[in-house]
């Protein structure tokens, strides 16, 4: 039998450390430990790379294709010795053993355990959103999305018919940050790349709708913001249906609780997030959206050497609220706990988690974007908000891979000019839709060409 490497009774006497999660926050961990003498890490993901979230929607709106966006983990720590990347699925965790199993059999065991396997899509118990609708999370979602869009305005340019039946009807839900930057993104793409595309299509034809149950865009943001965004979305030719819920997703519509129901093949969900599985599966106690509930020095009472951070934990804030689910935030809690390890590791106390807050920021769409920044929220629209945007983001992309140039570039391409190519993956489940027979249903709005 061979020696389990993954065992730190094994003679090793480096401190073992396992990761869950290669997003921002277990690669803020990693990057916090690699070339550390008295470390060894094993890094499980899913995937073998890391993918930028922030950027999921433009590649969604075919803006970005997939390897601009996804980042290889192996490659990340090419030169660090002590960092060995495993690509596997975890679905057993045990805090008490400081051990996890993963799909394949195999279990790892560490001196510590850092969790950090990020968020899902969380419907709600929505009636048919899990089946119907399309989550944006991950790369595979963004790309599923943007075959979908694709595959809509496709089967309409073919048939024209299919317009009646909702084919160029968009329904996005949630009016959050993520949920109003694709409404934007969604916006550009039918108003200034389609109709280029599709010479023959009536793209005028096409709906966008957010809806949301809260009453503004951007929640958690300023007034002033909430006006700038709906405003930028409005010039798009987006109806914002506010205030109202989403009852039910089918194939082929969306019912709202006003009793409204949109003929749609394209529901995209940006209506809110859970935490990943191993939440579920570690036993560790879940306080809002299942996320584990932890202290400021990012372990669960009572559970020593285990630390969870990012998007799967409530991180007490300072004003006892949790921090919100940022990259920023996830990226520094990471880096947290690599500066706690290795402190323990000196004999010295761990590092409680002090957030540097950068702001909060969104782009909607095209030269529009809205930041709000340092202690007092210095609210920055436009090309300077962007601007804002552009450095917060190429900071978080930092921490994630040693070059940014390329990516500053692409912003700025981006917000001045730059159109995506409208690649369709025929093999993908999300491009081929089943029209069935023509049923009546009310479509709201028309999308007006912007003033
Ligand atoms: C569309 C979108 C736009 C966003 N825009 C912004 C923004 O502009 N600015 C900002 O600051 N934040 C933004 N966020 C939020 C930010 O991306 C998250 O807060 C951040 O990614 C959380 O980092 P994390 O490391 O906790 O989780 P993630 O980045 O989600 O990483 C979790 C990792 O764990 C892996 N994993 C999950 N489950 C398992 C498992 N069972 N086994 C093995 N591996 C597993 C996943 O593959 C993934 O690589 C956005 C989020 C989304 C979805």
Same mark, same amino acid.
Request: charged share 20%; aromatic share 6%; net charge negative.
């Given at each position: 039998?061979? &020696?389990?490497?993954?065992?730190?009774?094994?003679?090793?006497?480096?401190?073992?450390?396992?990761?869950?999660?290669?997003?921002?926050?277990?690669?803020?961990?990693?990057?916090?430990?690699?070339?550390?003498?008295?470390? !060894?890490?094993? &890094?499980?993901?899913?995937?073998?790379?890391?993918?930028?979230?922030?950027?999921?929607?433009?590649?969604?709106?075919?803006? &970005?294709?997939?390897?601009?966006?996804?980042?290889?983990? +192996?490659?990340?720590?090419?030169?660090?010795?002590?960092?060995?990347?495993?690509?596997?699925?975890?679905?057993?965790?045990?805090?008490?053993? =400081?051990?996890? !199993?993963?799909?394949?059999?195999?279990?790892?065991?560490?001196?510590?355990?850092?969790?950090?396997?990020?968020?899902?899509?969380?419907?709600?118990?929505?009636?048919?959103?899990?089946?119907?609708?399309?989550?944006?999370?991950?790369?595979?979602?963004? *790309?599923?999305?943007?075959?979908?869009?694709?595959?809509?305005?496709?089967?309409?340019?073919?048939?024209?018919?299919?317009?009646?039946?909702?084919?160029?009807?968009?329904?996005?839900?949630?009016?959050?940050?993520?949920?109003?930057?694709?409404?934007?993104?969604?916006?550009?793409?039918?108003? *200034?790349?389609?109709?280029?595309?599709?010479?023959?299509?009536?793209?005028?034809?096409?709906?966008?709708?957010?809806?949301? &149950?809260?009453?503004?865009?951007?929640?958690?943001?300023?007034?002033?913001?909430?006006?700038?965004?709906?405003?930028?979305?409005?010039? !798009?030719?987006? $109806?914002?249906?506010?205030?109202?819920?989403?009852?039910?997703?089918?194939?082929?519509?969306?019912?709202?609780?006003?009793?409204?129901?949109? $003929?749609? =093949?394209?529901?995209?969900?940006?209506?809110?997030?859970?935490?990943?599985?191993?939440?579920?599966?570690?036993?560790?106690?879940?306080?809002?959206?299942?996320?584990?509930?932890?202290? $400021?020095?990012?372990?669960?009472?009572?559970?020593?050497?285990?630390?969870?951070?990012?998007?799967?934990?409530?991180?007490?804030?300072?004003?006892?609220?949790?921090?919100?689910?940022?990259?920023?935030?996830?990226?520094?809690?990471?880096?947290?706990?690599?500066?706690?390890?290795?402190?323990?590791?000196?004999?010295?106390?761990?590092?409680?988690?002090?957030?540097?807050?950068?702001?909060?920021?969104?782009?909607?769409? =095209?030269?529009?974007?809205?930041?709000?920044?340092?202690?007092?929220?210095?609210?920055?629209?436009?090309?300077?908000?962007?601007?804002?945007?552009?450095?917060?983001?190429?900071?978080?992309?930092?921490?994630?891979?040693? =070059?940014? *140039?390329?990516?500053?570039?692409?912003?700025?391409?981006?917000?001045?000019?730059?159109?995506?190519?409208?690649?369709?993956?025929? +093999?993908?489940?999300?491009?081929?839709?089943?029209?069935?027979?023509?049923?009546?249903?009310?479509?709201?709005?028309?999308?007006?060409?912007?003033?």
């Amino acid at each position: 039998m061979a &020696l389990d490497t993954n065992d730190p009774t094994n003679g090793n006497p480096k401190t073992h450390v396992v990761i869950v999660g290669g997003g921002f926050a277990g690669l803020g961990c990693a990057r916090g430990l690699a070339g550390e003498d008295s470390v !060894r890490v094993t &890094l499980i993901d899913q995937h073998n790379y890391h993918q930028f979230q922030p950027l999921l929607y433009q590649v969604a709106t075919s803006q &970005l294709s997939a390897s601009d966006i996804a980042f290889s983990l +192996r490659q990340a720590f090419h030169d660090d010795d002590n960092v060995d990347v495993k690509l596997a699925e975890v679905t057993e965790v045990d805090p008490s053993t =400081r051990s996890v !199993r993963t799909t394949d059999g195999e279990t790892y065991r560490g001196d510590v355990l850092v969790l950090a396997p990020g968020a899902q899509a969380n419907f709600f118990h929505t009636p048919g959103a899990a089946e119907h609708a399309f989550p944006l999370y991950s790369l595979a979602d963004a *790309e599923r999305l943007r075959t979908r869009i694709l595959a809509v305005f496709e089967d309409a340019d073919r048939d024209r018919a299919l317009i009646d039946q909702g084919a160029l009807n968009f329904v996005i839900v949630g009016a959050g940050a993520t949920g109003t930057e694709l409404a934007g993104a969604m916006g550009d793409m039918i108003n *200034e790349t389609m109709p280029a595309e599709y010479h023959d299509l009536a793209v005028q034809r096409a709906t966008i709708h957010v809806v949301d &149950l809260g009453h503004v865009v951007l929640n958690g943001f300023s007034d002033r913001a909430h006006e700038y965004a709906s405003k930028a979305l409005q010039e !798009r030719g987006v $109806k914002l249906d506010l205030g109202t819920g989403v009852k039910e997703v089918a194939a082929d519509h969306v019912l709202l609780s006003d009793g409204t129901t949109i $003929k749609t =093949r394209c529901v995209a969900w940006a209506g809110g997030l859970m935490a990943a599985s191993p939440a579920a599966a570690s036993g560790l106690p879940q306080g809002r959206g299942g996320r584990i509930d932890v202290g $400021k020095d990012l372990t669960v009472d009572g559970v020593p050497g285990v630390y969870v951070v990012g998007d799967i934990a409530n991180i007490p804030g300072p004003d006892g609220d949790p921090f919100p689910q940022l990259g920023s935030v996830a990226l520094q809690s990471g880096q947290c706990v690599a500066d706690s390890i290795l402190a323990e590791i000196a004999g010295e106390p761990p590092k409680p988690f002090h957030y540097k807050d950068k702001g909060i920021m969104a782009m909607i769409g =095209r030269g529009s974007a809205v930041a709000e920044v340092g202690k007092h929220r210095h609210e920055l629209h436009g090309s300077i908000a962007f601007a804002a945007w552009l450095g917060v983001h190429a900071a978080l992309m930092s921490g994630v891979r040693n =070059r940014i *140039e390329a990516f500053i570039d692409w912003g700025w391409d981006y917000f001045s000019t730059t159109r995506g190519p409208q690649v369709l993956d025929q +093999r993908s489940g999300a491009a081929h839709i089943d029209w069935g027979e023509p049923e009546d249903a009310e479509v709201t709005a028309s999308l007006a060409p912007p003033p």
